[in-house]
C-alpha cells in the first residue's frame, strides 16, 4: 500500500489542497505584481529572519506574528510558480533550504532571546540547577534539532528515491505550535516553553515514524 | 565538467579513499564476530548520545573523547556493509539520520552544558547583555542549525537527482573541529565557544556553496 502525502498529520492533505486552491487567486495578484516565485522564497526567509531578531530581543508576541507572515510567504512562493510556470527542481530546491534556514533562525533566536530579556516572564520549571528561562533555551535548541531531523528524513528518502512525507509533524505543524507559544508567552509564562516541548516530542516520534516508514518501502521494494 | 565529492573540503577524497582502504581488514574483523552494519550505526548513535550527556554535565574533555569513539563506529558501519555485502539503501538512509541525530544530540548537549557546570571555567566574551557561557550556548544552537543545513543541502539535492556534496565543512570536519574545542576547553576557556563560532561561519559558507553547486547543476541540466 502506497501511503498518500501527509498520513497521520494533525492537518490532512485535503485541508492542504482546499488552502492551495484558495490562495490561487491572490497568487495570480501577486504574480501580475511582477514578483517571482524565487524572490518570494527569499523575502519569506527575510520575514522569519526579522522573526528571529524579534525572538532574540525577547519580544515574543511580535515574533509570533511575524512568523505567520513569513508562513505567509511560504505558501505563495509555489502557488507563484505554478501560475507562472516557472516551477523548476531547483526553485523547489531553494524554497525548501530558505523555508528551514528561516525556520531554524526563529530556533536559534529562542535560544537567544531566553538567555536574555525573553526570559523575564518566564515561568518554567528548573531543571537540574539551570533556571527555567535556562531550560527553555534547552528545549529550544532540542526543538531546533528535532525539526531539523524530521526534514532531513524526508529529503534523505528522496535520495534514494522513496517518499517519507509521512508522521504527525511536518513543517506547518511545527511551525503552528511555535506560533502559539510565541503568541501566549506574554500572557502565559509557560507557553514558549510548552510548545518547545511538545514540538521535541512530536518531531522524535516524527522521525520515527519516517525511519519505519522508510524501512517498510525498502524492503518491499528490494 | 562534474565536480568530485568532496571539492574543496578541508579533507580531500584521497584522503577518505585511504583511510576507508586502511580501515577494511579491521572491517573484516569486526564482521567476523558477526556484528552487522546496522548494529554498529546504532551503536555509533549511543556512543554520540553519550558525549552528548557527558556536554551536559560539563565534563568536556571526555565528551570530546567519546565523540571520536562515535566518529570511529561511523567509519566502520559503512566498510561492514561492504564486507558483509549487505549495502542497501535502507542501511545507508538508517546511517545518515543516526549519524545526524548523534551530532544534533552533541549540539544540544554543549547548549545544556555550557548553562550549567560546564560553564566553570569559560572565558568567552560576553555579548548584548548575555554572559560568555550564554553566548557559547547561542553559538552551540547555531552550529547545530548550521550542521543540520549543510546536511539538509546535500540530501534535498539529492532528491532532484544531483550531487552537491562539496563545501568546506562536510560532517567529518565538523566533527573534527568540534573535538578540538572540547578536548581543549579545560584548558582554554574560550575553546569552546571560538571551535563552534567556527563551525557556524564555516557551514553558512558550505550552504552557501551547495546552493551555488545546485543552481549551477541545475542550470546546465535543465
Known sequence: MTPRQGEWSLVGE????RI????LPLARIVSALGLSADTLTVAGFVVSFTAALLCVAGLWLP???TVVAGALFDLFDGA???VRGTVSAFGGF???TFDRLGEAAIYVGCVAGALGPGAANMAFPSIAGRSGAEVVAVLAAAALAGSQMV???RARAQGIGLEAAV??????ERIGLLTVGLVLQPFVGWALGGALAIIVILTLIT?????????????STG
Open 167 to 172: 508522521g504527525i509533524a511536518p513543517r506547518p
Open 207 to 219: 522521525v520515527g515514524q519516517r525511519v519505519r516508514h522508510v524501512r517498510r518501502l525498502a524492503g
Open 151 to 153: 526534514s532531513y528524513t
Open 14 to 17: 485535503g485541508a492542504r489542497q
Open 20 to 23: 492551495r486552491e484558495r490562495i
Open 94 to 96: 531553494l524554497d525548501s
Open 63 to 65: 515574533a509570533g506574528l
Open 80 to 82: 507563484v510558480a505554478r
